[in-house]
């Protein structure tokens, strides 16, 4: 059974808590799609691309990868630098728009592969905005005390839902998945500040219109491609400046903070002249911005998520940065957060007998699994009354 989290007591004062990064991974696959790779597969070419995007490459999931085997290889990495077994984390957040199943959620199968025994797993779905999104649901969590450990991991297999026939959206995405584990501490660390926001009114710029219940899939909406992404580039384009630019500047008001006291900013990646066109309104100098989406591309959700981590291996981060957080996508909707991190972004090396212990806990985790689908078969042989 999960346990409650009482509030922090010390000295019969109940401590404030906050819900701080101890832990981070990312996975991305090993197939890397060139726009050279492009130029041969659509009318396309590598300067089109690169100006009017930023993009240079993309990963592409292969047949036997899917958006759960990228959480599941994110999560695994971000478990073993937090050092937390998988039975103590109480709460898994998955953000996709690209979920292996409509149902179940995916982020049910991440707590199955990792033997999050005593987790609680859902997950949600807004977007390139889902990682902040869940990041704000997990500090909701944590700082309420109801949870002490939340994995939060955002993945998208965007490969899956592209139109590889359709130049205007194939070119921009690609594939990836980031997790971290979010723990309750009485340290002044974590989310500063969030905004959240939402524009269903533009719901059409930026959708795949089949599959659901709306349009169910059926051989018309197969036939007329709905089960693709469709996307008004330029619509979207002129709605995410904005959007940056209010998010941030919300954010900043509600933490009762300056632009100049960010010490690195971690936009969405979707296009190079979108982040150009608001960090210039914002203020913000270019060398405190992160870019990854030159060899990563647009992977919506896991965007924010993938950067962030990019950002903590580069040694971009350090304890006691400010850094925010900003996201636009479908929706429309935005977000912002700003995150101050607290502990070392430096790992250190583990001891020889800790990878036998994450070996022992996977294969723990994966005899979990079998035996339980084993007893379900044989207990479905028996009728009931
Ligand atoms: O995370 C989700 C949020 N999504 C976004 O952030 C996307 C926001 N939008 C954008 O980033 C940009 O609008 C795009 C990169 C999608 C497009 O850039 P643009 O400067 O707005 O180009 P455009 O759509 O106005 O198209 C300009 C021209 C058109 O040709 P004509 O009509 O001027 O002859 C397009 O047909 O570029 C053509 N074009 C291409 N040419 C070569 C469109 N896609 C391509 C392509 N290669 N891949």
Not at 34 to 50: A, G, S, Y
Not at 113 to 136: H, Q, T, V
Not at 244 to 266: C, F, G, P, Q, R
Request: glycine share 8%; proline share 3%; with cysteine.
């Amino acid at each position: 059974m999960q346990k409650n989290i009482l509030p922090i007591i010390k000295n019969g004062v109940q401590q404030r808590r906050y819900a701080q990064i101890i832990g981070w991974g990312k996975s991305l696959p090993s197939k890397i799609l060139t726009n050279k790779d492009l130029e041969l597969i659509l009318d396309t070419n590598d300067e089109w691309i690169k100006s009017r995007s930023g993009i240079n490459q993309r990963h592409i999931v292969g047949p036997k990868e899917s958006t759960s085997t990228l959480a599941i290889r994110a999560s695994k990495e971000a478990l073993k630098i937090a050092d937390i077994s998988p039975r103590s984390i109480d709460l898994i957040i998955c953000a996709t728009d690209t979920p292996d199943y409509l149902f179940p959620a995916t982020a049910c199968l991440i707590q199955d592969a990792l033997g999050a025994s005593k987790a609680g797993a859902f997950d949600i779905e807004i977007g390139c905005c889902g990682f902040i999104y869940a990041l704000s649901i997990a500090n909701s969590y944590i700082i309420s005390g109801i949870y002490q450990n939340i994995l939060v991991v955002a993945a998208e297999s965007m490969s899956k839902v592209i139109d590889w026939s359709d130049r205007s959206t194939a070119v921009l995405f690609g594939d990836g998945a980031a997790a971290v584990i979010i723990q309750a501490t009485e340290k002044p660390t974590g989310l500063v500040s969030f905004v959240l926001g939402a524009d269903g009114s533009g719901a059409d710029l930026l959708i795949m219109p089949g599959g659901g219940s709306r349009n169910p899939t059926s051989i018309e909406t197969v036939e007329n491609r709905m089960h693709y992404l469709k996307m008004s580039g330029t619509e979207v384009y002129k709605f995410a400046i904005n959007a940056m630019i209010k998010a941030t500047k919300e954010a900043l008001l509600k933490a009762n903070m300056t632009i100049d006291e960010i010490d690195l900013m971690i936009p969405h990646q979707a296009n190079n002249r979108i982040i150009e066109n608001a960090i210039k309104s914002l203020n913000i100098e270019r060398e405190k911005v992160f870019l990854n989406l030159e060899h990563v591309g647009n992977t919506s959700s896991a965007a924010v998520a993938i950067a962030l981590v990019e950002a903590i291996e580069s040694g971009k981060i350090k304890t006691g940065y400010n850094i925010i957080l900003v996201a636009f996508g479908a929706g429309l909707s935005w977000a912002s957060a700003i995150l101050r991190w607290g502990i070392s972004p430096v790992v250190p090396s583990l001891p020889w007998w800790k990878s036998i212990q994450y070996r022992y806990r996977r294969l723990r985790a994966k005899l979990r699994s079998f035996f339980k689908r084993i007893r379900r078969r044989i207990g479905s042989l028996f009728t009931l009354d």
